[in-house]
């Protein structure tokens, strides 16, 4: 948490003084204007904080308004730094071969240009993310291994991750969300944390959504780190209501061939420096012969676990929701979204996310419900 306040107070707080230092040099404002835009950028700056108070405080409508503006807003933001930096630094490689080479003639662009691309590049991208965030993409991967008798044939893993269910993701958004999981035909449904999102009144009542859905060798959950922002015992009681097995630092075994191991999350503090004798003392206890899932929030891998589990299924990073946020999550975690081969027989599968987190779009990260079948030698894919 104190991480995320850091980066909320230093880069978000950063990004507003950078679009009001561009909005006084690149538009014709007046003095009063200029005097005045501060109000309206810190109040869209703490919309997010403020609403959540207005929340504690009971004050529905008003958090819901608030909510909706600030995170639209933060998308907005965001989008309009990512296109005008670039733009600002063209200006300032001009300035400095014109410095230096006198004889060139080099126009830059003019300041309120330099405003009113961004701004157009944010607006049209954020009318496309929202598009592009309603649209869940089914993405399909076919894993064929041993380890999978030839009675059985096939097993059908379905993935969902970072669903963020809450204020903004509530109902209708879940019921598609489960349409897509339910016409894929899981046999095992996984969620690798952030099932959850906000307060619990956000989220109370959907548990029969996911209910009612079928899996008929279960339905497993970790928790990631969102949960414990929610408060731990109100997000696993959600989980095991909507049907979960909720795996905190523990095996699940289906069958004599799959053992599922779950990792809880460490949390807002990382106050779980045991993490990787965890980890290791888990897989330990996977079973030989058996296929290993190992499912964790976080797509890290710890040194010496590879071999040790057939398949790491983990969400958390969104792909960065927003490009060129990605290249940030990737400093992080450096692992691409998608299937990657470890070695020693390991591989991991980081899913882009089902939901949203914060603003209520994605852009070149489209959302996804994770199809994985895991399948024996000779049996057909279907």
């Not at 404002?29 to 950028?41: A, E, G, M, W």
């Not at 890290?300 to 040790?308: F, K, L, N």
């Amino acid at each position: 948490m104190s991480r995320f306040l850091i980066f909320y107070l230093v880069f978000y707080g950063g990004a507003h003084a950078y679009v009001y230092l561009k909005l006084w040099y690149g538009l014709p404002l007046s003095r009063r204007s200029r005097l005045l835009l501060p109000l309206p950028l810190a109040l869209l700056f703490i919309a997010p904080l403020l609403a959540r108070t207005l929340d504690q405080r009971g004050f529905d409508l008003a958090a819901t308004a608030t909510s909706t503006a600030g995170y639209w807003w933060m998308g907005l933001i965001f989008l309009f730094v990512s296109a005008s930096l670039p733009l600002d630094l063209v200006n300032l490689l001009l300035v400095i071969v014109k410095t230096l080479s006198r004889n060139l003639r080099l126009r830059s662009v003019p300041p309120g240009l330099a405003v009113a691309i961004p701004a157009l590049y944010a607006v049209s991208v954020a009318a496309y993310g929202y598009h592009e965030a309603r649209n869940i993409r089914t993405e399909t991967v076919t894993l064929i291994t041993p380890k999978i008798p030839a009675r059985v044939g096939r097993v059908r893993l379905v993935q969902i991750s970072d669903v963020h269910a809450g204020q903004i993701i509530r109902d209708e958004r879940i019921r598609e969300i489960l349409r897509v999981v339910a016409a894929a035909g899981p046999d095992i449904l996984v969620s690798t944390g952030d099932l959850v999102d906000g307060r619990q009144k956000h989220f109370a009542g959907l548990e029969p959504l996911f209910r009612e859905l079928r899996a008929p060798l279960g339905k497993y959950a970790v928790t990631g780190n969102h949960e414990y922002y929610v408060g731990l015992d109100k997000a696993l009681k959600f989980s095991r209501d909507a049907g979960f097995t909720v795996l905190m630092d523990d095996n699940a075994a289906i069958g004599d061939y799959l053992t599922i191991a779950g990792l809880a999350d460490p949390g807002m503090l990382r106050q779980r420096p045991t993490e990787p004798e965890t980890e290791k003392r888990l897989l330990a206890a996977g079973g030989s012969g058996r296929f290993v899932l190992l499912l964790k929030h976080r797509p890290d891998i710890v040194p010496g676990s590879a071999g040790r589990f057939d398949l790491q299924l983990s969400g958390h990073v969104h792909k960065g929701q927003i490009f060129p946020f990605n290249v940030i999550t990737w400093l992080e975690y450096p692992i691409k979204t998608g299937l990657s081969v470890l070695g020693n027989g390991s591989r991991i599968y980081v899913s882009r996310g089902t939901g949203v987190w914060g603003p209520p779009i994605r852009f070149l990260a489209p959302p996804e419900v994770t199809v994985i079948d895991l399948v024996a030698p000779g049996h057909a894919p279907s």
